[in-house]
């Protein structure tokens, strides 16, 4: 006895939606622990910054001129790193 299957669009896009689904989530619970590695490493602004040093703009402007805190500039923005800011107020802290 011989079957004989005639696969239709309408099943193979289902097939494949249902594929795409599944690989998303198991996408999510592998990349899970990563969201928390990105939000830790989050990046501020000049005002955020100074608001989390405790410092003036100005006295911001300094450390990053005398290249004591490292920044980055995207386009005409400058952004800190918390983490950077973090190691800034332990070096701060042990002088």
């Known amino acids: 006895m ?4 005639t ?8 097939l494949k939606a249902l ?3 599944t690989i998303q989530e198991e ?4 990349s899970s ?7 830790d ?12 040093l405790g410092c003036s703009l100005t006295s911001l402007y300094n ?3 005398s290249r004591q ?4 500039q995207v386009g005409r923005r400058i952004l800190f790193s918390k983490s950077d800011l973090v190691n800034h107020l332990k070096v701060e802290a042990e002088k």
């Open 63 to 65: 450390y990053t001129k």
């Open 69 to 72: 805190i490292p920044y980055h």
């Open 27 to 30: 996408l999510n619970t592998i």
């Open 19 to 21: 594929l795409r689904e």
């Open 2 to 5: 011989r079957l004989d299957f």
């Open 33 to 39: 622990p990563q969201v928390t590695i990105e939000t």
């Open 7 to 14: 696969i239709t669009d309408e099943f193979k896009s289902e």
């Open 41 to 52: 490493s989050k990046m501020l602004s000049r005002e955020e910054a100074s608001q989390f």
